[in-house]
């Protein structure tokens, strides 16, 4: 049996492997607090029970690890009947040579590429690059453009802490939604979009946590100068490209294991009040639009002050949607908690994430038509 990291958004230390039990743990790197992301590869495991424990801190979510035996294309969670504590035991498949685990379902620059070599030739999809990291690697951004003059501008930005990777799913859920579906056709009239995927590329392609990194997080690079390359091209582009009809700033994120504020979808209340009044009215549009399979309650928004959501948490620095919702023009910058595994009791997972993106799509056609006071209906 081998164990490695060594493919885009590997992560772990194998301290020990003895027989059919291996101790290991998460490597934090340069992040100054405790996370959780890990993912490795086993090879030559076929057909064998393995006991996997990881040994420093916590680091298996509430539906257990996720398995992928197709080179970490999809994934499915192994659920919490292998689980004890802090440790797992897998029964490699007989039929897969090659088995990746992760604390989640990884999504790649791989993942995007192949969604864009798709969606990439729609004629309203243009893709770009904002920048290149330190490491070289390319950060990609798309413009979806507006069928005729944009009344509305809607930037969104995911990976601001590179293992937040769910988030990702809900994002090519949107925009697939909103490039075919005959419903978005009111947001393809009205609206331009700029979309970065991944905002710390570097740390989703190393397998990084990005989560408090030393010496600033991504998600606290608004402030003074960014220290990021990434983050400095979005602070110079966005506000160029916005030019008076920058409305709407969304920034997606995953938030912690388990427990409250970490099993349902919600906004991050901003501290500005008449962000956090827009806020609410995009939570109570997107609770009466969502179906799909991940529930979202309004009630669940969590208003400035409360639990993390305190000016502690962001001594660090100024966040994306901060950064933006401080522009005049800006009608609504917030942030979106998107879980990891359990929304309101429901399975989060590439499928439900990405129809979760679809009712996000179609909440923001209804805010931004209950703004121009057109009837929702
Ligand atoms: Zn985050």
Redesign the pocket.
């Known amino acids: 049996m081998q164990i490695d990291s060594k493919f885009p958004g590997g992560n772990i230390v194998v301290e020990s492997v003895t027989a059919d039990d291996v101790r290991l743990h998460q490597e934090l790197r340069d992040t100054g607090i405790d996370w959780f992301y890990w993912c490795f590869r086993v090879r030559g495991a076929a057909r064998r029970s393995v006991r996997f424990t990881f040994t420093k801190s916590r680091a298996i979510g509430v539906r257990g690890p996720a398995m992928s035996i197709d080179g970490g294309l999809t994934w499915t969670w192994l659920g919490l009947d292998i689980v004890d504590g802090n440790s797992f035991c897998c029964t490699f498949p007989a039929n897969a040579p090659e088995v990746m685990l992760g604390f989640a379902m990884p999504y790649q620059e791989s993942h995007w590429r192949r969604f864009m070599a798709v969606e990439g030739k729609h004629p309203a999809v243009v893709q770009d690059t904002l920048c290149i990291t330190p490491k070289g690697r390319a950060v990609e951004y798309v413009i979806i453009r507006c069928e005729t003059s944009p009344v509305h501008r809607i930037a969104i930005t995911c990976r601001?802490?590179c293992c937040?990777m769910m988030a990702n799913y809900a994002l090519e859920g949107m925009i697939r939604w909103l490039l075919h579906d005959s419903e978005a056709r009111w947001l393809r009239k009205k609206a331009e979009f700029l979309i970065v995927p991944f905002v710390d590329k570097d740390g989703v392609e190393d397998g990084d946590q990005g989560?408090g990194r030393q010496p600033r997080d991504h998600?606290r690079d608004y402030e003074g100068e960014s220290i990021y390359a990434s983050t400095k091209a979005i602070r110079q582009m966005i506000p160029r490209w916005g030019d008076g009809r920058l409305h709407i700033g969304l920034d997606l994120?995953?938030p912690h294991i388990s427990g409250p504020n970490n099993e349902v979808i919600y906004l991050v209340g901003s501290a500005h009040d008449r962000i956090a009044r827009e806020q609410k009215r995009l939570s109570e549009v997107l609770e009466s639009v969502a179906d799909g399979p991940l529930p979202f309650s309004a009630s669940d928004f969590l208003p400035f002050g409360e639990a993390w959501n305190t000016g502690k948490n962001y001594s660090g620095g100024k966040g994306f949607s901060r950064w933006i919702a401080e522009m005049d023009d800006v009608m609504l910058g917030t942030g979106i908690e998107i879980p990891y595994a359990n929304a309101g009791g429901a399975e989060v997972n590439a499928v439900s994430a990405r129809r979760f993106g679809t009712d996000l799509g179609r909440s923001l056609a209804g805010y931004l038509r209950s703004s121009d006071g057109i009837d929702t209906d």
């Open positions: 601001h802490h937040e989560k998600g994120h995953c």
